[in-house]
C-alpha cells in the first residue's frame, strides 16, 4: 500500500482533552524515598504515622553516616587544609543532602499545599476564542523532564559507585575511595559497598529531585502564563464567541488573519489552533456552535463580554502570580545553599584536579629528566588527565545549576511576554472601559517575575555565569595562596 503524499493528513488536536486534574503525581515516588514526601501523606493510625518517622530516621542515619565517615577519616589523615581540599569537595554534596532532606521534613506542608494549589486552581483548557489551547504540552514536557533528569541522576549514582569496584576487579589494584580506606576483610568491603550504594542513591536523589522539583513547576508555571496569553489575545474573539457568533466566521474576516501568526513563536510549550474548542477555562460550553455569520467587531455590545474576557485573563495571571509567590518562599532557602554549595564545589574541585596534575608532572620531571622526549610525552598525557577530570566533573556540576538557572530564566521571558499579549488583545476594537482594563494589565505586568535564591538572587542565564566567573575567582585565589 502506497502512501498518497497529496492527501491531506489529519492533524491530532489537543482542545477536546479530558481535563488534567493532577499535574504532580510522578514527583511523588521519587520524594517518598528520599523522605521528602510522606509514605501515608494523610496517616489513619498510629501505626502509619510511626512508619513515616521512622522512614525519615533510616534516610537521616543514612546521610548522616557518610559525612561522618569522611570526618573521621579526615581526623586520622589531616595534614592541612590544601592536602584534603578534595575530600572537603566530596562532603559538600552530602552536607547539602542531608539540609535538602531535613528541610523538607519541616516544611512538607507547605509542599502539599503547593501541590494542591495547582492541581486545584491551574487550569487545563484555555479561555473559548480564535485560537485555543490546553496545558497537555506542558504537562508533557514537566513529566518527561522528571523521568529523564531522574534516570541521569540514577545512572551517575551508579556509575560513580560501580566505577571503583570494577577497575579494582580490572586492574587489582586496591579499591580507590576514602570509605574503602578502613576495609580490610571481605565481609567489611561488601559492607562498604552497600553503604555507598545506599547513601549515595539517597544523596543524589535528593539533591537531583530539588532540580527536578524547580524545573517541573517553572515548566508548569510557563504553561499557565501562556493560557492568559492566549487568552489575552483573544479577548475580544472570547465576546463574539459568547455572543453567538460562529467560530469559522471569525475565523474568515480579515481582522483575526494575523493572529496565529503572532501566537507561532510566542509560546515555549504549549501549541495555540486555530480551531474550535468545547471548553472554556474547563467548562464544558453547552452551545458551542454559534449562529452569526455577520458582526460589527467595533459594536459596543461586546464591550461587556470583553471586559469578562479580560477579568478571567487577570484570574489566570493572578493565580501564576500566587503559585511563583508560594514555590518561592518554599525553594528560596535551598536554592541559596545550592548556588553556595556549587559554587565552592567547582572551585575546590578544578583546583584538587590542577594540584594532582602539578604533582605528576613534577614526578615524571624529577623521573625522566635525562629524555626531553619522554617527558614531552609524559606532560602531554598529564594535560590529557587534567582536561578528563575537568571535563567529567566540572562539566556535571555546571550542568546541574544550570538547570535552575535556565528554567528560572524562561519564567522571566514568559512573564516579559504578557505585555505583548495584552498589546495583542485587540484593543483598538473596544470601548472606552475595556480599554481601561487593557490599560491595567499593561501595568500590572510590568512587575517581575524572576524566582530569586535568598530573596535575593535572580535564578537567570545572568546567574549562572556569575556562578562560573565567581568559582574561577576562587580557584585562582587558591593557587595563589598555596604557591605563597
Known amino acids: 500500500m502506497f502512501l498518497n503524499p497529496f492527501k491531506k493528513r489529519h492533524e491530532e488536536t489537543t482542545l477536546n482533552i479530558e ?143 560501580i566505577s571503583p569496584v570494577i577497575a579494582h576487579l580490572w586492574t587489582k589494584q586496591p579499591l580507590q575511595g576514602w570509605i574503602y580506606l578502613d576495609a580490610t576483610t571481605t565481609a567489611a568491603i561488601v559492607c562498604a559497598f552497600l553503604k555507598q550504594c545506599v547513601g549515595q542513591a539517597i544523596v543524589g536523589l535528593a539533591v537531583g529531585q530539588l532540580g527536578v522539583l524547580f524545573a517541573t513547576h517553572a ?4 504553561g499557565q502564563i501562556e493560557m492568559a496569553c492566549c487568552g489575552l489575545r483573544n479577548a475580544r474573539c472570547s465576546a463574539l464567541l459568547a455572543a453567538g457568533v460562529r467560530h469559522a466566521a471569525l475565523a474568515a474576516s480579515h ?41 460589527d467587531i467595533y459594536s459596543a455590545e461586546y464591550d461587556a463580554g470583553t471586559c ?53 608532572t613534577i614526578q615524571t620531571f624529577n623521573r625522566k629528566l635525562w629524555c626531553c622526549q619522554a617527558l614531552v610525552n609524559e606532560g602531554t598525557s598529564c594535560l590529557q588527565k587534567f582536561d578528563m577530570v575537568t571535563v567529567e566533573y566540572l562539566a556535571a556540576v555546571a550542568l546541574d545549576i544550570f538547570v535552575y538557572c535556565y528554567f528560572g530564566n524562561q519564567i522571566i521571558i514568559q512573564a516579559e511576554r504578557v505585555r505583548g499579549a495584552v498589546y495583542g488583545s485587540g484593543w483598538q476594537a473596544m470601548g472606552a472601559r475595556p480599554r481601561r482594563l487593557v490599560l491595567g494589565l499593561l501595568l500590572a505586568s510590568g512587575r517581575g517575575a524572576a524566582l530569586r535564591a535568598g530573596n535575593f538572587l535572580p535564578m537567570d542565564l545572568h546567574t549562572f555565569l556569575v556562578i562560573i566567573k565567581t568559582s574561577f575567582s576562587y580557584y585562582t585565589l587558591l593557587v595563589n595562596v598555596n604557591e605563597k
Open 19 to 161: 481535563t488534567i486534574t493532577n499535574y504532580t503525581h510522578f514527583l511523588e515516588l521519587p520524594l517518598k524515598f528520599v523522605a521528602c514526601w510522606d509514605w501515608y501523606r494523610e496517616p489513619k493510625c498510629e501505626r502509619e504515622v510511626m512508619m513515616n518517622y521512622l522512614y525519615l530516621a533510616v534516610v537521616l542515619f543514612a546521610l548522616t553516616s557518610l559525612p561522618a565517615t569522611l570526618l573521621t577519616h579526615l581526623l586520622t589523615e589531616w595534614e592541612d587544609v590544601m592536602s584534603s581540599l578534595d575530600k572537603l569537595a566530596d562532603g559538600l554534596p552530602l552536607l547539602a543532602s542531608l539540609a535538602i532532606v531535613t528541610y523538607f521534613a519541616m516544611r512538607k506542608r507547605q509542599l502539599y499545599n503547593l501541590t494542591d494549589f495547582i492541581n486545584g486552581r491551574f487550569r487545563c483548557h484555555s479561555a473559548r476564542g480564535l485560537t485555543n489551547m490546553t496545558m497537555l504540552n506542558s504537562y508533557r514536557a514537566a513529566r518527561n523532564f522528571a523521568y529523564f533528569y531522574t534516570a541521569c541522576t540514577l545512572f551517575s549514582v551508579a556509575m560513580y559507585v
Open 219 to 222: 515548566i508548569l508555571l510557563c
Open 255 to 295: 481582522h483575526h488573519t494575523h493572529l496565529l501568526d503572532d501566537e507561532l513563536h510566542t509560546y515555549s510549550y504549549n501549541v495555540s489552533e486555530m480551531k474550535e474548542s468545547r471548553y472554556h477555562y474547563d467548562r464544558p460550553v453547552a452551545n458551542f456552535r454559534g449562529h452569526k455569520t455577520e458582526f
Open 308 to 360: 469578562r474576557a479580560l477579568a478571567e485573563c487577570a484570574r489566570t495571571l493572578q493565580t501564576a502570580g500566587e503559585c511563583r509567590a508560594q514555590f518561592q518562599a518554599l525553594a528560596s532557602p535551598l536554592l541559596a545553599l545550592r548556588v553556595v554549595q556549587v559554587t565552592l564545589y567547582l572551585c575546590t574541585l578544578l583546583y584538587a584536579a590542577t594540584e594532582v596534575t602539578s604533582q605528576i
